[in-house]
DNA sequence: TTCCTTGCAAACGTTTTGCATCGGT
DNA sequence: ACCGATGCAAAACGTTTGCAAGGAA
């Protein structure tokens, strides 16, 4: 497996501090969705000074050099993770829990759909709302 | 069928002129999806004098009542459409067509795939985007 | 040394809000 | 006449961009 500095490279990019930082906060939870700001605070707290601005140039050339996976699952912020199989997402509506899925049956119902209306599928968004069971969420039931 | 203004009325909202007009345009093209700023040149080609601020108060208005949908097909703006029976997107992203369809077999998997995660499923966002087939689109192929 | 990269501040586009005025009921 | 609804302008919000200074190769 390559190392960051050679997937930096690889994708064209200089081995700069921002870069290799932010690429590690992912690496080092694979299964968390940052938003940009949330990077942001992130190297503040490990003393980075990085600006918010550079914060989002890295990301959207991570994600151009398909490092990293943009998503939007509000309308007021993107989020990213570190890019792995496909799959889609289940949030949880009241603690903010984001579970990741793929379910191969749906998606060869969702081009089924598409040659029926005559497109051809290219790429899809589909996320799950709901409410979680997990004991910690349902403490804070009202 | 009750009139546009039973069922503003019925929302506890009075019966004006922007609320009139704008609930018109969504029942006049009930298979289009308009964002704010549509819907605002829209009123000012019929030469009503309707600010954007208030177009924007009236659809989250609309929405509430359970008249109006709100959409995020992209990150740059929120579409709206007149409610109807449940249904998904299938959008062409070369000419932004957009067909709504409902798959009754997707939907129960979802709830399979909730239910599988132990969550209890309150909504979804399936959009499919992919190119459409027509004559239309094809012509402007590069 | 080159030219890519960065930080800062300003610009951006969409949406929201403050406030004085207007208008249904 | 009351109180909600409106228009306008300004603010808010996440994100992008211009520019001069900094840093990897």
Redesign the interface.
Known sequence: MASNSEKLKSAGLKVTHPRSKILEIFQSSPDNHFSADEIHLKLANANENVGLATVYRVLTQLELAGLIEKN?FN?TQ?NYEIKKEHHDH?I??RCGKI?E?N?P??EK??EK??SE??????????????????DKCQENKD
Chains 1, 2 share one sequence.
């Open positions: 939007q309308k993107s289940l949880c509506t579970v899925f379910n049956a749906i119902m969702q759909v598409s209306y005559n497109f051809r599928l290219t790429t899809h968004v589909m996320t799950l709302f709901g409410e979680c069971l997990d």
